[in-house]
């Protein structure tokens, strides 16, 4: 094997191309020593890990042995630590899916279609912490993958994507089924290269899990062309690959350390702003020793439910378009807002110049590229959330011994007072159809916070997050920056694959079940027994609830007739039953109860059930879009008075 920086030299002469990586790892190089880790123990890795030198450690040296491109890549992709792959097979991929068949080591998951291959090792990802594993044909099967990787991108969600490409030699003379990757997913993936050389194909695996799995966790995408899967040549594994200008920080300066700590000790005000960094890292540990050291109010996003508790005294729910009152108050209330693993996007923010106009920012992230990036921070702090908290917590502590714990009293009592004004609750409904609330609810409520779930996008993703109970991390997947419809089913699958000892519940939309439902069928022939529920209110909800709210109730064309009349088209009872699954019908709140019980009593296979409920009901509270987080409305026409409330 030739040495590393050889290899990366014949790569760039062997055609390999590459995207630089988003993670701001150009800028934290400057600042930063070097960073490594094992790619085999990678998989089991939540978030970076320290080491003295660039040099990515492996757990052994594969001496060289000859064997095919195609044999080389399953060979990496096992010694990278994989155990799962979620594919479709095709053309240009297809000499590598023959050493698979020999695999005693991968299980190949044979997915109906490639988005859906992506989803799944989103899913699977989120819940084990391990990169998910994505393999695909060229062409339209690489151009279908790329709706997962910018989900998987925005997320922060540990990816890697291996897709075929066409003979070397036909690579841009529009051969059949050629797609230029690279340059496709280039701004929608941390990395990305393309393989012509056999010999390149270990490295590029190798760096591939290594990238993914560190720093800012993100997709990695490997495009080989099938004229290398076909040549022979001598594979190794490599005892250390040289990453040069990838080194994320990890560390965080102490000074920074120092200067939040004393401004969190200090504050009257205080609130930690909890981001899906938290779950990136898997850093929750440390985030509950802060939380209960500091006293102050914590507000999770949509990507960081579950990383505390709901039933933590100081937790106030998830703050944003969506969130609780409590939540969207306590921010634009705050003195000092501490955000943790957080990007302060719009959803959260509103109109972001009267975003919490009066706080003082501490920002914590190990991608230095999102500090500063949409609001002016006073204390940025660049590492790894897992530093973060080791480092704060004692350095809290020392500064309570210096002034004091501060008096947060009048602080909680104007949280609980908006707490006890505006719980989160509904109305219910007065159509006959059932309310969409009580139904995600009481899911919840029976299953338990010990399950999975994982919700599509829309208005049942929002009344998932403020009703079902989120008790521990890694138990709600959702699409969260891409707001990607058809990502419940195929998560779930995935999540289902990496946790198949816990219950997944995927709540849907009869919107974004039509989208992806056929990966029901890859779940009943590969024994993933998911479930899934479908919140049918007919219509595409939240498209129409701006209708109702915005555009005088003109609902052009969000109308789905699934539901609300006597045609069901489609019938999801017997499109379920047709897929190898059990299908379920419930229209009736009496039944409700007794027809979850049934579902979860079922676990030789998925199980659909059709849940109708009202198309009039709305999610609440509601931040419209573009306008401050003060004018937050609890219910339509329900707004808190902030200066009687203050």
């Known amino acids: ?167 070397a030699v036909h690579i841009g003379t529009d051969a059949f089924q050629e797609a230029d990757m690279v340059g496709i997913t280039q701004p929608i993936t941390k990395h990305n290269e393309l393989v012509t050389d056999p010999s390149q194909i270990a490295r590029a695996i190798g760096e591939a899990f290594h990238i993914a799995t560190t720093g800012r966790p993100g997709p ?72 209960d050291a500091s006293g102050a109010a914590v507000v999770t996003t949509l990507m960081a439910r579950g990383a505390l508790p709901d039933s933590h005294p100081q937790h106030l729910g998830m703050p944003g378009m969506h969130g609780t009152v409590p939540a969207v108050a306590a921010l634009q209330k705050a003195d000092l807002i501490l955000a943790l693993g957080a990007r302060f996007d719009d959803r959260v923010t509103g109109k972001l110049e009267s975003f919490a106009p009066n706080a003082t920012i501490v920002h914590a992230d190990i991608d230095p590229a999102e500090i500063g990036k949409n609001r002016i921070v006073d204390v940025p702090i660049v590492g790894d959330l897992k530093d973060v908290f080791a480092e704060f917590v004692p350095a809290l502590a020392e500064e309570h011994r210096k002034h004091g714990k501060p008096d947060l009293e009048a602080w909680w009592r104007q949280l609980d007072k908006w707490r006890e004004t505006f719980p989160l609750g509904y109305t219910r409904t007065e159509d006959g159809h059932l309310s969409p609330q009580h139904v995600i609810q009481r899911i919840g409520q029976i299953t338990g916070p010990e399950a999975v779930y994982a919700a599509g996008v829309g208005q049942h993703q929002m009344w998932a997050s403020q009703f079902l109970p989120l008790e521990r991390p890694r138990s709600f997947l959702t699409s969260g920056g891409l707001g990607t419809m058809g990502y419940g089913v195929p998560a779930g699958m995935g999540a289902k694959v990496g946790a198949p000892d816990r219950t997944v519940w995927v709540i849907d939309g009869d919107g974004c079940f039509q989208m992806t439902n056929q990966e029901l069928t890859t779940c009943a022939l590969n024994d993933i027994p998911i479930k899934v529920a479908v919140i049918n209110n007919s219509s595409l909800g939240m498209v129409r609830q701006w209708q109702t709210l915005f555009y005088n109730s003109r609902y052009s064309n969000t109308d789905l007739h699934t539901g609300h009349d006597t045609r069901r088209i489609p019938d999801f009872a017997k499109l379920a039953e047709a897929m190898g699954c059990v299908g379920l019908r419930c229209d009736k709140e009496a039944d409700v109860d007794a027809t979850i019980k049934k579902a979860n009593e079922i676990n030789d296979q998925p199980v659909v059930v059709d849940f109708t409920v009202s198309r009039d009901a709305m999610v609440w509270p509601m931040v419209a879009a573009g306008v401050s987080n003060d004018e937050v409305q609890y219910a339509r026409g329900v707004a808190p008075s902030w200066d009687r409330e203050d």
Not at 246 to 274: C, D, F, G, N, W
Not at 277 to 282: A, H, Q
């Open 1 to 167: 094997m030739a040495k590393a920086t050889e290899a990366s030299a014949a790569a760039a002469t062997s055609g390999a191309a590459t995207s630089a990586a988003t993670s701001g790892a150009a800028t934290s190089a400057a600042t930063s020593g070097a960073v490594a880790s094992s790619v085999a123990a990678a998989p089991a890795m939540s978030g970076a890990a320290k080491a003295p030198s660039a040099k990515v450690s492996q757990p052994s040296v594969v001496p060289p042995t000859e064997m095919t491109g195609a044999q080389a890549l399953i060979r990496s992709l096992e010694l990278a630590g994989a155990t799962d792959i979620f594919g479709l097979p095709g053309g240009a991929i297809l000499p590598a899916y023959d050493p698979l068949f020999d695999s005693t080591i991968l299980r190949h998951i044979l997915v109906r279609h490639e988005q859906g291959a992506g989803h799944a090792a989103s899913g699977y990802a989120h819940v084990t912490g391990r990169a998910g594993v994505a393999l695909v044909t060229s062409g339209p099967g690489a151009t279908n993958l790329v709706t997962a990787i910018a989900d998987a991108n925005m997320d922060s969600i540990p990816m890697v994507c291996v897709t075929g490409q066409v003979a």
């Open 220 to 291: 990695v995408l490997v495009d080989i062309a099938k004229s290398a899967l076909a040549a022979r040549t001598m594979f190794s594994w490599p005892a250390a690959f040289d990453l040069r200008g990838y080194h994320p920080v990890v560390s965080p300066h102490a000074k920074s350390i120092q200067e939040a700590a004393r401004l969190l000790a200090t504050a009257k005000r205080p609130v930690l702003y909890v981001g899906g960094g938290v779950i990136r890292s898997g850093a929750w540990a440390g985030l509950r020793k802060l939380v």
